[in-house]
T-cell receptor, first 118, second 113 residues
Framework: NAGVTQTPKFRVLKTGQSMTLLCAQD?????MYWYRQDPGMGLRLIHY?????TTAKGEVPDGYNVSRLKKQNFLLGLESAAPSQTSVYFC???????WGGGIQETQYFGPGTRLLVL | QKEVEQDPGPLSVPEGAIVSLNCTYS??????FMWYRQYSRKGPELLMY????GNKEDGRFTAQVDKSSKYISLFIRDSQPSDSATYLC?????????????FGTGTLLAVQP
């Protein structure tokens, strides 16, 4: 299993350009997430999906759109990139299991995409 | 004030030392607590998952939750150079995918051979 893969690994954009980040998982997970990681800010949730065809906003959704047309793929789009969107973007997928102590959800992260917006 | 506070470090220790990593939080409703390890230029990977208060041990790692103090810890025994990474704490109100994880900013650990 490849787990969670992300493409591209690195990208430089000019302000105003658009791009799409692709996340793919081969673990048949229902749930998928997009995070951004910035120094001193930690990981922040952008958007997430609990199943094919469904998406929801996270903590910092402005300036981003997502689509989950297939269960294994979760796309993150930047319609008009801004320097404030310079960050490392991580995709994650997960499943949840019931256990005696409640529900355990394990998120598996991809290797990240480094985006620089000039 | 951030919901989850974590000392960014860096924390440098000699090989074989016991390492203590900590997070404090402000929302007393958090019930699920996690520790992730992130190597440089890699994605985070789940190390420990605990529910409510108490301790959980897995090999050289022990996770401790003190809900009364709103404080969680990760202890690493017999630390190795391969433990050098950033450690992120995370927590949530409920289990399951529709609830959101709140992450700390991470503590950078360096274990010197």
């Amino acid at each position: 299993n490849a787990g969670v893969t992300q493409t591209p690994k690195f990208r430089v954009l000019k302000t105003g350009q658009s791009m799409t980040l692709l996340c793919a998982q081969d673990m048949n997970h229902e749930y998928m997430y997009w995070y951004r990681q910035d120094p001193g800010m930690g990981l922040r949730l952008i958007h997430y999906s609990v199943g094919e065809g469904t998406t929801a906003k996270g903590e910092v959704p402005d300036g981003y759109n997502v689509s989950r047309l297939k269960k294994q793929n979760f796309l993150l789009g930047l319609e008009s990139a801004a320097p404030s969107q310079t960050s490392v973007y991580f995709c994650a997928s997960s499943y949840a299991i019931l256990w005696g102590g409640g529900i355990q959800e394990t998120q598996y992260f991809g290797p990240g995409t480094r985006l620089l917006v000039l | 004030q951030k919901e989850v506070e974590q000392d960014p470090g860096p924390l440098s220790v000699p090989e074989g030392a016991i390492v203590s990593l900590n997070c404090t939080y402000s929302n007393s409703a958090f019930q699920y607590f996690m520790w992730y390890r992130q190597y440089s230029r890699k994605g985070p990977e789940l190390l420990m998952y605990t529910y409510s208060s108490g301790n959980k041990e897995d090999g050289r790692f022990t996770a401790q939750v003190d809900k009364s103090s709103k404080y969680i810890s990760l202890f690493i025994r017999d630390s190795q150079p391969s433990d050098s990474a950033t450690y992120l704490c995370a927590m949530s109100l409920y289990g399951g995918a529709t609830n959101k994880l709140i992450f700390g900013t991470g503590t950078l650990l360096a274990v010197q051979p």
